[in-house]
């Protein structure tokens, strides 16, 4: 086991580990708890009750988050022609085709968000073991793999958090910074568990949000009231 800092272990020391805690409480625990100079991100961290090892019980998808996550994202558009253009126009940061290709293959991995319009793909394909480690693979279930790349661009520069389960079945992703007011980090946490349980695989059984965590960056985790965050999700 790694061994922790003092400002860990202090900050640790707030934090009942046997408690469940209401998502308000949790919030001001994230809050009191992160020690980085730095503004922290907000992580949340759920665990599914689901099978990643199935196909059909892998989950994945794309959220906008209606607060952002305060982070300006460098989003790559790979198109070609007109949808070059609206690629740009929409803000874009990078737009290209072989030559965005080769520089990635060359290294080169400034950007955080990576779009591409259908007819590119083959040609993306090249990249995706470069892509996908990091992932940055375009793909049509997040809404990466599009012609209407105006829309796209829009809404990774909005603040759109991908995400997928991993091989334990959790599902990790930043809900926005230590420095949002309380608020604004409720409404993002809201919005991205609301995303996660309206793509619940039809073959999951049982409880399907096994456990809800909330962490500053290298803070400690908050475990909240997997009831209470539901009913309030879900506006019972």
């Known amino acids: 086991m790694a061994k922790r800092g003092k400002n860990y272990l202090n900050a640790l020391k707030m934090v009942d580990r046997k408690r469940r805690y209401s998502i308000d409480e949790a919030i001001d625990l994230v809050k009191n708890t992160s020690y980085t100079k730095f503004d922290g991100n907000v992580l949340l961290s ?12 892998m989950v994945r998808g794309a959220v906008v988050l209606p607060r952002g996550i305060g982070k300006e994202r460098r989003v790559l ?3 070609k022609g007109e949808k070059e253009t609206e690629a740009r126009n929409a803000g874009a940061d990078y737009v290209g085709g072989e030559d965005l290709i ?6 080169w991995m400034d950007f955080d968000t990576a779009i591409a319009t259908p007819d590119m793909m083959p040609a993306v394909g090249k990249i995706g073991k470069i892509l996908g480690p990091h992932g940055l693979m375009p793909n049509p279930k997040t809404g990466t793999v599009t012609f209407d790349v105006a829309k796209a661009v829009k809404e990774a520069k909005a603040g759109k958090v991908e995400f997928k389960t991993d091989k334990g079945g959790n599902v990790h992703m930043v809900v926005g910074k230590v420095s949002f007011d309380k608020e604004a980090l ?19 059984k049982g409880s399907y949000l096994r456990s809800v965590t909330i962490s500053a960056t290298m803070g400690p985790g ?8 539901y009913n309030w999700v879900r506006g019972k």
Do not use: H, M, W, Y
């Not at 759920?46 to 019980?57: A, C, E, F, H, T």
């Open 102 to 107: 080769k520089k990635i293959q060359d290294g």
């Open 186 to 204: 409720k409404e993002n946490i809201k919005t991205a568990i609301d995303a996660l349980i309206k793509l619940k695989p039809p073959s999951s």
């Open 46 to 57: 759920i665990r599914l009750g689901v099978d990643p090892k199935k196909s059909d019980q």
């Open 77 to 79: 558009v790979f198109a």
């Open 222 to 229: 908050i475990k909240c009231d997997v009831s209470q965050i």
